[in-house]
């Protein structure tokens, strides 16, 4: 069993920065990779960046130069540096990940979700 914890959400002014943190813990070898998702009301849930374990990462476009994805293994935890935000990235942000159980058996796990708001 996995479980993933964020933290690191909150209110912002535009323009401004916050750091997302995902902590994954429970019985678990290793990770295939980590992401970050984002919902918006009356909006399906966007992928917003994701990185390998061996460290390559994509974003979104509408996040690209202002957010970096990256990870630490030894502590199985992914983070999320987002800069220079926006109001329409106002979204709950939930951290995924992938876990390997095998060569072919894999399962994804989520965190509960963090609450960014980003006001004018």
């Known amino acids: 069993q996995v479980q993933l914890v964020e933290s690191g959400g909150g209110l912002v002014q535009a323009g401004g920065s916050l750091r997302l943190s995902c902590a994954a813990s429970?019985?678990?070898?290793?990770?295939?990779?980590m992401g970050w998702y984002r919902q918006a009301p009356g909006k399906q849930r966007e992928l917003v960046a994701d990185i390998t374990s061996g460290g390559s990462s994509i974003y979104a476009d509408s996040v690209k130069g202002r957010f970096t994805i990256s990870r630490d293994n030894a502590k199985n935890t992914a983070y999320l540096q987002m800069n220079s935000l926006k109001p329409e990235d106002t979204a709950v942000y939930y951290c995924?990940?992938?876990?390997?159980?095998?060569?072919?058996?894999?399962?994804?796990?989520w965190g509960q979700g963090t609450q960014v708001t980003v006001s004018s």
């Open positions: 429970g019985s678990i070898f290793s990770i295939n990779a």
């Open positions: 995924n990940a992938n876990v390997p159980y095998g060569s072919s058996w894999y399962r994804d796990y």
